[in-house]
């Protein structure tokens, strides 16, 4: 009997005919797997059960990512305005004439400017912007301390009207007060004027009246007693006090959104109240309804269970009115509640739009009757990275589509929008062109009001089955051709 060869089996022929080894049979092709290492049964499966599992992986992932897409595909423009300080937004409008006009504050330019600097704070900005949004003119105003814009109206008899808060006449480390400057079309200064005392004023609305007054809301803080009572004021044409009244009840006020209406005015708000039974700080949106001389004629609560900011008033042709807030479980109020109310402030229909964890900071109504929402999105509830959030919704309130726009690592926030005469979105916003927290641009993007279409869960079911019945039939094939393999 001979020695037996290395890594070759001995069979009785082989002992015979030790130097005549059995002819192979001759194979046109070799199956792919007589590649690899002879795998066993309990191997196939694992490799089969793994790559299954991965292929639903990627499914659900790609559906998620699709469901809240990062895509610029229906971008018109993006353009950043800014210097080397930093700047941020308030409000913007369209022009009758034609063009664009945004509010904010600046660093970068002005008397309270640090690039050059005079060792000051900010300063309000305003910039005018053709159609394009080609940049025409910028100007800043207010004095050496921290000044900011929150709000700018284009008046009627032409020029503009700017709303924010002045530092120029504290009494103490933090003292704000109200400043009203008022422009020609140019925005060369006409006047200004400062409201408030020692407590601490917050505007936040601005309306101009039917008389070429102005209107405008806010808070009134008074810390010393811990209360925040909200704030009307109204003004003639050269913006001299003719009359100012704050609201009070047993929770605290702060002003967001203002509109006139044919009897007086209509002022939209948040409330806080504290739970002693269970130690937690509720909030509810106000309305809060006063005739043309600032009284008080009636007030409405809203409550949906849980926290409820309310940030937007907006009128109706019917001569109702649709009001926006924050609402979810916990502070950061995550979903949007609409309400539609009568000129009585009665609920006449509400739903809540899901926006899936975005946040909205600004909300309006389309030509078709649906409504446009920005604001910011964040995959964490600390807000590290962020980006710009849009929704589009039918007349109903559901999300008919919603996209994230950006910039790559950069924080990014939609402040408010607008619809163009086009149908297009003008969404004015905020962004960094850097991590660095001082380093803020204002940021205007128009896009088109584009449908996205998404896997609905049937087509990412019909999908993900399809996927996995295909990777199945694969593997099954190289199965079966690695056993003919071995047992030839």
Not at 99 to 115: E, K, P, R, V
Not at 259 to 275: D, M, N, R, V
Not at 310 to 328: N, Q, V, W, Y
Not at 443 to 454: C, E, F, G, K, V
Request: hydrophobic share 35%; proline share 3%; with cysteine.
């Amino acid at each position: 009997m001979g020695e037996e060869e290395p890594g070759r089996e001995v069979t009785p022929e082989s002992e015979a005919c030790p130097k005549s080894p059995k002819p192979k049979k001759e194979k046109s092709t070799r199956p792919l797997l007589s590649y690899f290492p002879q795998w066993n049964r309990t191997q196939i499966i694992a490799i089969t059960l793994t790559s299954l599992s991965l292929v639903s992986i990627f499914s659900v992932g790609r559906w998620y990512l699709l469901m809240i897409p990062l895509q610029e595909d229906n971008v018109i423009s993006s353009n950043i305005y800014g210097g080397l300080g930093d700047e941020s937004l308030g409000s913007f409008i369209q022009l009758e004439a034609g063009g664009l006009a945004f509010c904010g504050s600046t660093t970068s330019w002005g008397l309270g400017g640090h690039f050059p600097g005079t060792g000051g704070g900010t300063d309000m900005w305003l910039v005018r912007l053709d159609e394009n949004a080609n940049l025409l003119w910028n100007r800043t105003y207010g004095t050496p301390q921290e000044d900011s814009a929150s709000s700018v109206i284009e008046c009627n008899n032409g020029g503009f009207s700017l709303l924010g808060i002045t530092y120029a006449n504290r009494s103490g480390d933090y003292d704000p007060d109200c400043l009203l400057v008022r422009l020609d079309e140019n925005g060369n200064q006409i006047w200004n004027m400062t409201f408030g005392d020692t407590e601490r004023e917050y505007p936040t609305s601005i309306v101009q009246c039917n008389d070429g007054g102005f209107a405008f809301t806010g808070s009134i803080v008074n810390y010393s007693v811990d209360q925040t009572d909200l704030w009307l004021v109204r003004t003639d044409s050269a913006g001299n006090l003719l009359w100012n009244h704050t609201y009070e009840c047993d929770r605290t006020q702060e002003g967001a959104s203002l509109i006139q209406t044919e009897s007086g005015f209509l002022l939209f708000t948040t409330g806080a109240w504290y739970s002693t039974s269970i130690d937690i700080t509720y909030n509810d949106a106000y309305l809060f309804c006063a005739d043309a001389y600032g009284n008080l004629l009636w007030n409405r609560t809203y409550d949906s269970g849980g926290h409820d900011y309310g940030f937007k008033i907006m009128p109706e042709s019917d001569r109702s009115f649709t009001l926006a807030c924050h609402t979810g479980p916990n502070q950061r109020g995550s979903d949007l509640w609409l309400i539609r109310i009568n000129e009585n402030g009665d609920i006449l229909w509400q739903t809540v739009v899901r926006l899936l964890g975005a946040r909205a900071l600004d909300i309006i109504k389309c030509y078709d009757g649906g409504y446009a929402i920005t604001g910011t999105y964040s995959l964490t509830s600390w807000f590290i990275h962020f980006n710009l959030y849009f929704a589009r919704t039918d007349t109903q309130g559901t999300v008919l589509w919603h996209r994230l726009y950006g910039f790559e690592e950069m924080p990014d926030i939609g402040v408010t929008l607008h619809q163009m005469n086009d149908g297009s979105f003008l969404i004015a916003g905020r962004t960094y062109l850097s991590l660095e927290p001082q380093n803020g641009e204002a940021w205007l993007l128009q896009i088109r009001d584009t449908p996205i279409t998404y896997y609905t869960l049937t087509q990412f079911l019909l999908y993900g089955t399809l996927i996995c019945l295909i990777t199945f039939i694969i593997f099954s094939a190289l199965f079966i051709a690695q056993r003919r393999w071995l047992r030839s």
